[in-house]
């Protein structure tokens, strides 16, 4: 089983043409309505692909959340570590998307208010878990579920887009930090791939990885910088593009597949979800996975 302790959200997605910033009146292409969340939609790819998977994370007691665990239920994630809070409304997400280039832009609460007090976390429900991944929303189960996952020698893999306090306390239980290229940067106050690599290697207790979207990415298993495979697509929209990675990775190493190959794998999966709009209609199952990866490297061979 697969375990992720973060995020839930329910995502309005609005594409257009170009992103304006001025007062009036404007019109969208298309709009819709979809679970998010970088924990919850990387549940729902591992899933998809064939694992068992489980969700800790926050919802409202609205309609929102309602919408929230209906959407992770139709993807057989389990549910059971998700906690609906009272009194609180759901973290809602505004994306705009880009039609021409499938660049998007977010509009969210800086601090969900579902997040604001401390709950702790119920450490027997992670029984059975093989991998877990965390994100920074839900703090202090992070640290609670880091320290347990260390104690039974089971992988962490980190899924980081912002410093936020106390992110300092999870850097050296993590296996395996996947970040993107921005927050990297921001991160290490480097410019080079190399420094910025070897500059997050010393933070945490394993193997650092950066992505950067259709330019590909960069890992450092050992002294060497790397570089893992790059699947191009039209993209019609990278909303959830990188909750696809981290939760392809997570479901390829817990059936013990060597590091290079979860990344390529999870390269694959994250292209394929760019070809719809929205985090998760563009998620693939293993044989679609399968029959795109086989094509390109048949391609590619040709």
Same mark, same amino acid.
């Given at each position: 089983?697969?375990?992720?302790?973060?995020? %839930?959200?329910?995502?309005?997605?609005?594409?257009?043409? /170009?992103?304006?910033?001025? =007062?009036?009146?404007?019109?969208? =292409?298309?709009? %819709?309505?979809?679970?998010?969340?970088?924990?919850?939609?990387?549940?729902?790819? !591992?899933?998809?692909?064939?694992?068992?998977?489980?969700?800790?994370?926050?919802?409202?007691?609205?309609? /929102?959340?309602?919408?929230?665990?209906?959407?992770?239920?139709?993807?057989?994630?389990?549910?059971?570590?998700?906690?609906?809070?009272?009194?609180?409304?759901?973290?809602?997400?505004?994306?705009?998307? =880009?039609?021409? %280039?499938?660049?998007?832009?977010?509009?969210?609460?800086?601090?969900?208010?579902?997040?604001?007090?401390?709950?702790? $976390?119920?450490?027997?429900?992670?029984?059975?878990?093989?991998?877990?991944?965390?994100?920074?929303? *839900?703090?202090?189960?992070?640290?609670?579920?880091?320290? *347990?996952?260390?104690?039974?020698?089971?992988?962490?893999? !980190?899924?980081?887009?912002?410093?936020?306090?106390?992110?300092?306390? $999870?850097?050296?239980?993590?296996?395996?930090?996947?970040?993107? %290229?921005?927050?990297?940067?921001?991160?290490?106050q480097k410019?080079?791939?190399?420094?910025?690599?070897?500059? $997050?290697?010393?933070?945490?207790?394993?193997?650092?990885?950066?992505?950067?979207g259709s330019?590909?990415?960069?890992?450092?298993?050992?002294?060497?910088?790397?570089?893992?495979?790059?699947?191009?697509?039209?993209?019609?929209?990278?909303?959830?593009?990188?909750? @696809?990675?981290?939760?392809?990775f997570c479901?390829?190493?817990?059936?013990?597949?060597?590091?290079?190959?979860?990344?390529?794998?999870?390269?694959?999966?994250?292209?394929?979800?760019?070809? @719809?709009?929205?985090?998760?209609?563009?998620?693939?199952?293993? /044989?679609?996975?399968?029959?795109?990866?086989?094509?390109? $490297?048949?391609? /590619?061979?040709?």
């Open positions: 089983m697969i375990s992720a302790i973060g995020i %839930s959200t329910i995502d309005h997605l609005m594409v257009v043409e /170009n992103f304006i910033n001025k =007062e009036g009146t404007f019109y969208s =292409e298309s709009y %819709s309505i979809e679970g998010g969340g970088m924990a919850a939609t990387a549940m729902c790819a !591992a899933s998809k692909l064939g694992s068992k998977t489980k969700l800790f994370s926050r919802i409202g007691d609205d309609v /929102n959340g309602q919408f929230i665990l209906k959407g992770l239920t139709d993807f057989k994630v389990d549910t059971t570590g998700t906690v609906t809070v009272k009194n609180a409304r759901s973290f809602t997400t505004l994306i705009f998307i =880009e039609s021409k %280039s499938g660049e998007k832009q977010f509009w969210c609460e800086k601090k969900p208010v579902v997040f604001e007090k401390t709950l702790k $976390l119920n450490i027997d429900l992670l029984k059975g878990t093989k991998v877990l991944l965390i994100d920074s929303f *839900w703090m202090e189960a992070a640290q609670e579920a880091v320290l *347990w996952a260390s104690q039974n020698n089971i992988p962490i893999v !980190a899924d980081f887009n912002e410093y936020v306090t106390g992110i300092d306390k $999870l850097f050296p239980y993590v296996n395996y930090l996947i970040v993107p %290229s921005f927050f990297a940067i921001s991160l290490t410019n080079t791939i190399s420094d910025i690599l070897h500059s $997050l290697k010393k933070m945490i207790n394993g193997i650092p990885v950066v992505t950067d330019k590909g990415g960069a890992y450092l298993p050992g002294d060497k910088v790397r570089n893992y495979k790059v699947y191009n697509v039209p993209c019609n929209d990278s909303t959830g593009a990188g909750d @696809a990675f981290h939760g392809a479901h390829f190493l817990s059936l013990n597949y060597p590091l290079e190959r979860c990344l390529d794998m999870a390269s694959a999966v994250g292209a394929l979800n760019c070809q @719809a709009i929205g985090g998760r209609k563009g998620l693939p199952d293993n /044989n679609l996975l399968m029959s795109f990866v086989n094509k390109s $490297l048949l391609n /590619n061979t040709g």
